[in-house]
């Protein structure tokens, strides 16, 4: 049965920092490409950082320098660093593959993690 789990989010004041980890279950943790997506309140759900099988990333502007993303193969796992967090950051995040998976003609996810970012 696919699986994703996200944890670590939290309330955390500017400036902080927070490690957010994603449990996949190994029929969707393939050799291929991890994403770690946010959405907002309001707002549509936005890829924010992408890890490939070969540990290449890449990073939204918005979270560039600031977010690192990383992932353990042996544990089916990926993990997203957040640094000098802003309000703006605040966001369920959700984990997926990149582009998301899709069961029974849905995507499929997750029920995220929340990261609130305030003072």
């Known amino acids: 049965q696919e699986q994703l789990v996200e944890s670590g989010g939290g309330l955390v004041q500017p400036g902080g920092s927070l490690r957010l980890s994603c449990a996949a279950s190994?029929?969707?943790?393939?050799?291929?490409?991890m994403g770690w997506y946010r959405q907002a309140p309001g707002k549509q759900r936005e890829l924010v950082a992408v890890i490939d099988s070969g540990d290449n990333t890449r990073y939204a502007d918005s979270v560039k320098g600031r977010f690192t993303v990383s992932r353990n193969g042996a544990k089916n796992t990926v993990y997203l660093q957040m640094n000098s967090l802003t309000p703006e950051d605040t966001a369920v995040y959700y984990c997926n593959r990149n582009p998301p998976l899709w069961i029974n003609g849905m995507e499929f996810w997750g029920k995220g993690t929340l990261v609130s970012v305030s003072s």
């Open positions: 190994e029929s969707i943790f393939p050799s291929e490409a």
